[in-house]
């Protein structure tokens, strides 16, 4: 046991230093771990998006397909790439990106996202977490606290699910909010980019925001609330104004009919 209890400080200054090395930076500069590679990450995207259109059926109404496409193609023209696009049947409220280029939209998310403007805001939402390598960072946040977990255990005597619950609220959680947050930014300059106004970006958090319900508090969500999306984005909108004035100035102007 003593011999066992010596090697704890080398081992945990050897995780440590693992974790250091594995740092990146996303694209608004923040800090992040990766212990996992972008062929890995595109790996994971494919099979879940290969898993998911097993499981969901795709939208059959030509109209709604058209209308999507168009949004999300004239976002995914401005960060270059093949993108597959995928329209699902769903009176589920969501969209997502997955690494590896994968776009998937849920048709219930057209009932809140009003106009293509607001349609672009969610779609450039995802791309943005693709782009910062969001996925990445949380699979290896994930490892990490897994990892943190059976190391301090074996140190401190605690156990591995209150030191567990611990790792959640102050690592996963926090960084999840922080990725969300990161993305609304980005995606809101995507969107701008595209020739999408970014003044929609808030509106769609307004509407959002009619339909939430009981949400969590903020403290124990992965996502922030409505009204901290709302100011945020509000207050980023003198930034990316210039992007959408230079962009509707190049021809830029979206025509996506739904």
Not at 71 to 99: C, H, M, Y
């Amino acid at each position: 046991m003593p011999r066992i209890r010596s090697l704890r400080p080398l081992l945990i200054s050897s995780v440590v230093a693992a974790l250091i090395v594995a740092c990146a930076t996303s694209p608004t500069g923040r800090r992040q771990l990766r212990l996992v590679s972008d062929a890995e990450m595109a790996q994971m995207g494919a099979a879940a998006f290969q898993e998911l259109k097993q499981k969901t059926p795709p939208t059959k109404n030509v109209k709604v397909n058209d209308y999507v496409q168009c949004v999300a193609r004239a976002i995914t023209r401005e960060v270059g790439g093949d993108w597959e696009i995928q329209v699902f049947e769903s009176k589920e409220v969501n969209a997502f990106a997955l690494p590896g280029g994968k776009i998937g939209v849920y048709t219930g998310l057209l009932k809140v996202a009003e106009n293509q403007h607001q349609l672009a805001a969610v779609i450039g939402h995802e791309v943005a977490h693709v782009l910062a390598g969001h996925s990445a960072a949380r699979v290896s946040n994930q490892m990490a606290a897994q990892l943190g977990v059976a190391v301090l255990a074996g140190a401190t005597g605690l156990s591995p699910e209150m030191i567990g619950m611990g790792a959640n609220l102050l690592l996963v959680l926090p960084n999840s909010r922080a990725d969300e947050t990161e993305s609304d930014i980005l995606g809101q300059q995507l969107m701008a980019r595209a020739g999408f106004d970014p003044a929609q970006a808030s509106q769609l958090w307004i509407n959002m925001a009619k339909g939430a319900g009981g949400a969590p508090p903020q403290m124990l969500s992965t996502h922030p609330s409505p009204d901290t999306r709302i100011r945020d984005l509000n207050d980023n909108l003198p930034r990316v104004r210039p992007l959408y004035e230079q962009a509707r100035a190049a021809g830029k102007r979206p025509n996506c009919a739904a």
